[in-house]
């Protein structure tokens, strides 16, 4: 494996290169040797394989942090280990369920958001689903005859469709229905991003509201796509396209580094639950000090090993670690620290010494001519001075 990242600038570019590797061979596959690409499309393909680099980069940097590379390390190494199969699986179902596909989590903030989220995500996943469906071939529709269609899934036959049958119906308007389900979830964000005055203190522009900006020019002008071909007779359609194309072009190179790429990490959550909690919301991990349970051993253990990866030394004179503490008992010995009333010596005038360097006084204690480290003349000078003064 090392000896093939050599041919590569980094890690992250040999990642990039064998997923466009994949999607090129499976569209190979799916488009029967490139002899059923549809043309009409060829913007939308070179957006998505930029997209598909992007996200794999943008994915690749974000999964070597130590925070992340730990949590994934650890959620292997569960998954290896066979007396937690039945554990493992029972967190990661529950986890999904409740997570991604109600995404419980949001409905417990309102039902209000709860709903805006879920029309917002579930649109775009499904708008994403069909879109890379067909502009990378894997599935198309052959005609069978003038009232059959026969849906083609990675150049392998699947199940006919009467041509104007309901089911073809939906299946048609696909694109259309989750269109709706963004542009409504998106209306709502933006209303409450309006009308809401606790979320205009926290908001920016280019972070909070351009993603629904561009969401919404995308659904918007797909939509007058379907207006225009239905009920228009395909007035100013060439336009239309060509301006539909332009905002999924923007949104699909924009996606890996804006605000929606939590999208795809979202799926990480199941490993909190299976990683850190050996019982459902009970603590198992006992504080140091004053025994209170406050963590489990594997959130601990991953805690110690990130912040060794980035050069915190947080180790206590006894060789404790900050993190072998409750929070409670954490806050106390910081307080202890700033007061200076664990000092080696007891001197509660002496400075504190912190990580960065800085030096700083005890606090709510008068500082002491030692602490400036002047010659011991200067200092009854500077006392002389001070008694002329008052």
Not at 178 to 188: D, E, F, K, S
Request: charged share 20%; hydrophobic share 45%.
């Amino acid at each position: 494996m090392r000896q093939l990242e050599k041919s590569f600038y980094s890690k992250t570019s040999m990642y990039a290169f064998f997923v466009t590797l994949l999607l090129f061979m499976s569209m190979w596959i799916s488009t029967d040797q490139f002899t059923d690409i549809d043309m009409a499309l060829l913007g939308y393909m070179i957006s998505s394989f930029i997209f598909a680099i992007g996200l794999t980069i943008r994915m690749a940097s974000w999964l070597i942090r130590p925070a992340t590379h730990q949590v994934v390390k650890r959620s292997l190494k569960n998954l290896k280990t066979k007396n937690r199969t039945k554990r493992n699986f029972r967190s990661i179902l529950k986890t999904a369920i409740d997570n991604i596909i109600l995404q419980k989590f949001i409905f417990k903030r309102g039902i209000y958001r709860g709903v805006q989220h879920f029309m917002i995500a579930w649109g775009c996943i499904g708008s994403f689903a069909i879109t890379f469906g067909l502009t990378f071939g894997w599935m198309r529709f052959d005609l069978i005859d003038p009232n059959t269609y026969q849906i083609i899934v990675f150049n392998m036959p699947t199940i006919k469709l009467a041509a104007h049958g309901f089911i073809a119906e939906l299946v048609y308007n696909g694109l259309n229905i989750t269109a709706i389900m963004v542009m409504i979830g998106v209306c709502m964000a933006l209303f409450r991003r309006v009308k809401s005055q606790d979320v205009k203190v926290a908001q920016r522009v280019e972070f909070d509201l351009f993603p629904l900006y561009l969401l919404l020019s995308v659904t918007l002008t797909g939509l007058l796509l379907t207006v225009s071909y239905a009920f228009l007779d395909g007035w100013m359609h060439p336009y239309l396209t060509l301006i539909h194309q332009v905002t999924v072009v923007i949104l699909l190179v924009y996606f890996p580094f804006g605000k929606l790429f939590h999208l795809p990490i979202r799926p990480l959550a199941t490993a909190v639950p299976m990683n850190y909690q050996e019982v459902i919301k009970v603590d198992t991990r006992a504080c140091k000090k004053c025994g209170t349970t406050y963590s489990s051993d594997d959130q601990i253990t991953d805690v110690k090993e990130i912040l060794a990866a980035q050069s915190f030394d947080l180790q206590l004179a006894d060789g404790s670690y900050l993190a072998d503490y409750c929070p409670a008992c954490r806050r106390r010995i910081r307080v202890m620290k700033q007061m200076n009333m664990e000092a080696p010596q007891g001197n509660p005038y002496d400075p504190i010494s912190t990580m960065n360097d800085i030096h700083m006084s005890g606090f709510g204690k008068k500082r002491s001519d030692d602490f400036y480290h002047l010659p011991k003349e200067q200092q009854k000078e500077e006392r002389e001075e001070e008694e002329i003064v008052k």
